[in-house]
Nanobody, 117 residues
């Protein structure tokens, strides 16, 4: 199994910054794409940013130009700048399984990000 451990959430004022980290356990061959999702109260979970094994990145329109996803070894980061109150959500790290775990999706426990006005 791939375990994902997140850190870096917290409370910040609008306009501020936070950096989320997520470290994956196990062999790198067990997963390929790493991503960040978020879920706000009463809303569906949405993809925020994706970093593929090949190095491509994708962002949801609402965070383009403000968030940056990066990856180093078995850790994926989400640098969040110019935060807005609507960014308030629980943020989840996700790994797409590969190899022996092909077809599976692994999730972290979630980290709360709260942006105050």
């Amino acid at each position: 199994q791939v375990q994902l451990v997140e850190s870096g959430g917290g409370l910040v004022q609008a306009g501020g910054s936070l950096r989320l980290s997520c470290t994956a356990s196990g062999s790198p061959s067990w997963y390929n794409d790493l991503a960040w999702y978020r879920q706000a109260p009463g809303k569906q979970r949405e993809l925020v940013a994706l970093f593929t094994r090949g190095g491509s990145t994708t962002y949801v329109d609402s965070v383009k130009g403000r968030f940056t996803i990066s990856r180093a070894m078995n850790t994926v980061y989400l640098q969040m700048d110019t935060l807005k109150t609507e960014d308030t959500a629980v943020y989840y790290c996700s790994a797409k399984g590969s190899g022996v775990f092909y077809g599976e999706t692994f999730w972290g426990q979630g980290t709360q990000v709260t942006v105050s006005s």
